[in-house]
């Protein structure tokens, strides 16, 4: 779906910081923070897919979980709908959760294991007091349909399903109360490869047939591809780049972006001698982020400034955190 | 279910003969025997020998035991050495006070340990767990014997609140309020321990399930935080909680031997102190057998219960 500027945006972030206290000694004194989260911003728009992507640790979840506050926030502003999310009480949250719902990465746990299908799936309805029992196993059935599975199956328990089966049910769980914006948060990275594109198809269709709103993280950038319209990049709890799919996959501008593009398999033997960027290192800590560019350790580019000054996302479009976008290295 | 059930009792068939030669055999290599007990010391050898005869003491070992199982399969427990009364008349007077003192306590204990449990695992390393972490090492770790004689001096020797011990008043009229306030500190004692104990289980069980992934799936679909912990947490930390659940119930029989000392509760425990003493071997031999169906029919009890709270449990 094609993102036009004069749209409202659905969801808007506006630097979002969590940070996580770091406690030792028998008083759990706080020596540090571990910022997970570091000062991201970025809007979503109706009908569209945002894939969010980065490494392990690199806060997407965390910001994901953000999103419809199963995390609080240390600061920054979640703003949904005009109401700013970070700061509403828990009972009005919950009143909003009817249109924020979230796709969970592990189809294995996120299940109760004690309770039938049929019951967890009406159980938002019923917490909600959005239908009488009747009419929830009428919209059981219903959503049962949609996401291909038998209506029978209802009165299973989880562990009688496989594991694309249950992330069916995660995803039926997540439409139960007709939401606005879906967070889908590595929603195929527990599953096979045969079923992930079972599961992404069913996630597309949905999206078409019921007007959905997609925050979509995973790390590999094959799904993310297929499914998003824009796709934002993280490292170490902030943002590098921000830009179409297209645009991120034809004419990358952080150096960190163009490394994952590179980790990523392309199935043609043809391209085999393409010019590969190597990164070195591992990942710093985000308990002890480093000075300046938070990449620059790893970044094969880097010069003084960045070790000193930290880059601003700039950019009208395509947005980029960067003091030397790859375009004027290459040119 | 049911043909596991019938299984299980065929299966406890033989473990109970067992339990019974063991019991038999383990009671009659303790040094003296029910006459020396019972007569007088000026008695002559002959006496002593004429009484032997009369029990049936004179016989070898295994032939008394044979003697006994067959009386048992004809349902009689035999007579008491001591008392002279029918085994089974002596043990139906005593297990009224203990299945009240014990079944009473029990259910305070788990009153007190299960909320407060639930509450340490929600607030982890707050001030309250602490709290209730310390008064759990205290509750397990001191014994009955001595909380029993130490709530005996504060509340019934100085302040007066309460009697020191017995069910009832002696030539009082045995009412309900008498014997609630003779329960009152005997259940203090025992209920600390279980709760003690309990508080703990609950505790790690939950902490233990606070952390899966499907909590917070609930908490997104939007539920309040009480049903999310008390129906989504709870219920999959049951199966710890019914584990020690079905280690106590056997309590219920010979839990408190201690204590119903100490507070002279006319139970099974008395009764078991006083057979001892008096080589009473058949009335020790009926608690034991008491004992023995009891844990057998909690631990059938307690896996009939696993199957009940976890779908994934079946038994076929």
Redesign the interface.
């Known amino acids: 779906m094609p993102v036009t500027e004069q749209r409202q945006p659905l969801l808007q972030v506006k630097n979002l910081k969590k940070y996580y206290p770091i406690r030792k000694g028998i008083i759990?004194r706080t020596v540090g923070y571990v910022k997970a989260v570091d000062d991201v911003s970025f809007d979503i728009y109706p009908g569209e897919t945002m894939g969010l992507v980065g490494e392990s640790g690199c806060g997407k979840s965390t910001t994901g979980r953000s999103l419809?506050r199963?995390e609080d926030p240390t600061e920054g502003q979640v703003l949904f709908q005009g109401k700013n999310l970070a700061n509403i009480s828990?009972r009005e949250m919950?009143?909003l959760?009817?249109d924020l719902?979230?796709i969970?990465q592990?189809p294995y746990?996120?299940?109760?294991?004690?309770k039938r299908i049929g019951d967890l799936l009406a159980?938002?309805l019923l917490?909600?007091k959005l239908a009488t029992k009747k009419d929830a196993d009428q919209k059981v059935n219903e959503i049962l349909e949609i996401v291909g599975l038998p209506k029978q199956y209802k009165n299973r328990?989880p562990?009688q399903f496989s594991g694309g089966q249950r992330q069916r049910i995660?995803i039926a769980?997540a439409l139960m109360?007709r939401p606005k914006l879906i967070i889908c948060d590595e929603p195929v990275s527990a599953l096979d490869v045969s079923i992930q594109a079972q599961v992404l198809n069913l996630l597309k269709d949905l999206q078409k047939e019921l007007n959905l709103t997609y925050v979509f993280i995973a790390h590999g950038l094959g799904a993310v591809k297929y499914i998003s319209d824009r796709i934002t990049v993280m490292y170490l709890g902030k943002v590098m780049e921000l830009a179409t799919t297209k645009e991120i996959f034809e004419h990358p501008k952080h150096p960190y972006t163009e490394i994952l593009l590179n980790a990523y398999p392309i199935p043609n033997p043809h391209q085999r001698d393409r010019e590969q960027i190597v990164v070195e290192g591992d990942v710093p800590s985000p308990a002890n982020p480093p000075k300046g560019c938070v990449f620059h350790t790893r970044c094969p580019f880097a010069k003084d400034v960045c070790r000193e000054k930290v880059p601003q996302l700039t950019g009208k479009d395509h947005l980029v955190a960067c003091h030397f976008p790859l375009e004027t290295v290459n040119v | 279910m049911l043909q596991y059930i019938v299984r299980r009792i065929l299966i406890a068939i033989p473990v109970l003969f067992g339990v019974t030669v063991l019991n038999f055999f383990i009671i009659n290599l303790a040094p003296g025997n029910p006459v020396d007990m019972m007569v007088n010391p000026s008695a002559t050898p002959e006496q002593l020998a004429m009484q032997k005869h009369e029990l049936g003491l004179d016989q070898p070992v295994w032939a008394q035991y044979w003697h006994w199982l067959t009386q048992l399969f004809q349902g009689n427990l035999g007579f008491s050495y001591s008392t002279r009364e029918p085994v089974t008349q002596i043990l139906v007077a005593h297990i009224g006070p203990t299945l009240l003192l014990m079944g009473v306590s029990l259910i305070v204990g788990y009153l007190i340990a299960i909320p407060l449990g639930i509450i340490c695992a929600r607030k982890q390393?707050s001030w309250i767990d602490y709290l209730v972490t310390g008064f759990s090492f205290f509750g397990i770790s001191v014994p009955h014997f001595f909380l029993g004689l130490g709530v005996i001096y504060v509340f019934a020797s100085k302040l007066l609140l309460f009697p020191t011990g017995s069910m009832n008043t002696l030539g009082g009229d045995g009412g309900l309020i008498d014997t609630i306030s003779h329960l009152v500190l005997p259940v203090a004692v025992l209920a600390t321990g279980i709760a003690g104990n309990m508080v703990r289980y609950v505790r790690s069980s939950m902490l233990d399930v606070l952390g899966?992934?499907?909590l917070?799936?609930?908490?997104?679909?939007?539920?309040?935080?009480f049903?999310v912990t008390n129906k989504?947490a709870l219920?999959?930390s049951l199966i710890p909680i019914i584990t020690v659940i079905g280690i106590d119930i056997p309590m219920l029989i010979g839990g408190a031997i201690v204590t119903e000392q100490v507070f002279q509760w006319p139970g099974l425990g008395l009764l078991t102190i006083q057979s001892i003493t008096s080589r009473d071997y058949s009335t020790l031999m009926a608690i034991n057998l008491l004992a023995a169906v009891t844990v057998l029919f909690a631990n059938l009890l307690t896996d009939i219960l696993y199957a009940v709270?976890?779908?994934?449990i079946r038994y076929d």
């Open positions: 759990s419809v199963l828990q919950r009143k959760r009817t719902q979230i969970f592990d746990s996120s299940l109760n294991p004690r159980e938002p917490a909600h328990y562990h995660g769980r109360l | 390393n899966k992934d499907y917070r799936t609930a908490k997104a679909k939007g539920l309040s935080q049903i989504h219920r999959n709270a976890d779908p994934r």
